[in-house]
């Protein structure tokens, strides 16, 4: 059984962060909590972004740049040494919801460290 998420936890930390549900056979997975720093910086909500592709739509709009984002991803996590590295990090420009674009260092665990069945992504916001 999953550990309850630690919201009280994520909504102390200063950076944004997304919780995404983890289901093995499902490419489409669920985002399950935003903290207050993600509302606040980022903007979108849990209505807006429910899922990884509602949050690529909304974050990534130009389809061009979509594909350039999947290059990053897919070229970090070929460098990563799935041994030694728990998280994987790109740097990209995000659509926010209300501030236009934003550069951020995005953070994806590979395999959480506090909850099971879940993954965190934590934004750093470059200025």
Known sequence: MSKPIPTTFFDMLPLP????ELKEKALNHALVYLNQRFTNIIGWDLTDIPDKNHWWQKAYPDRQYQKVVESLWE???ESIDAEKDSFVMVTV????KSHGVKRFK???????A?????YVVAFEEIN
């Open 75 to 77: 070229l970090s996590m």
């Open 106 to 112: 995005v953070y994806t665990e590979l395999k959480s």
């Open 17 to 20: 962060i997304i919780v995404v």
């Open 93 to 96: 420009n995000i659509q926010t």
């Open 114 to 118: 506090l909850m099971d069945d879940y």
